[in-house]
Nanobody, 125 residues
Framework: QVKLVESGGDSVQAGGALRLSCQTS????????MGWLHQAPGKEREGVAA???????KYADSVKGRFTIYRELAKNTVYLQMNSLKPEDTAIYYC???????????????????WGQGTQVTVSS
């Protein structure tokens, strides 16, 4: 059974940092591309970062230079390190996996086959 479990969401002040984690099933982790997406209140879900199966990374313009997506093979975990957080980063953050090797950014939600439950990130000014 495919399972993605996010953790690490919290409330922080602007300028702070958080690291989100996405624990994945082993087989999905090694062959699929992975993405982090977020959804703010009243807005559509959109891609933040993507990690292709060959290791290439992609970022939304709004987070370039502040966020980093990476993985730890031994832990079957994908992370999103978020630095210099801004109030506009406030959203529910979702981890997702696509059976395709490459994920689009801007994200096409239909590309993703599996989703985590989401974790809330709140950034106050």
């Amino acid at each position: 059974q495919v399972k993605l479990v996010e953790s690490g969401g919290d409330s922080v002040q602007a300028g702070g940092a958080l690291r989100l984690s996405c624990q994945t099933s082993g087989w999905i982790y090694s062959t699929y591309c992975m993405g982090w997406l977020h959804q703010a209140p009243g807005k559509e879900r959109e891609g933040v970062a993507a990690l292709d199966s060959d290791g290439r990374v992609k970022y939304a313009d709004s987070v370039k230079g502040r966020f980093t997506i990476y993985r730890e093979l031994a832990k079957n975990t994908v992370y999103l390190q978020m630095n210099s957080l801004k109030p506009e980063d406030t959203a529910i953050y979702y981890c997702a996996a696509s059976r395709g090797q490459f994920c689009s950014l801007p994200a096409r939600l239909s590309e993703y086959n599996y989703w985590g439950q989401g974790t809330q990130v709140t950034v106050s000014s």
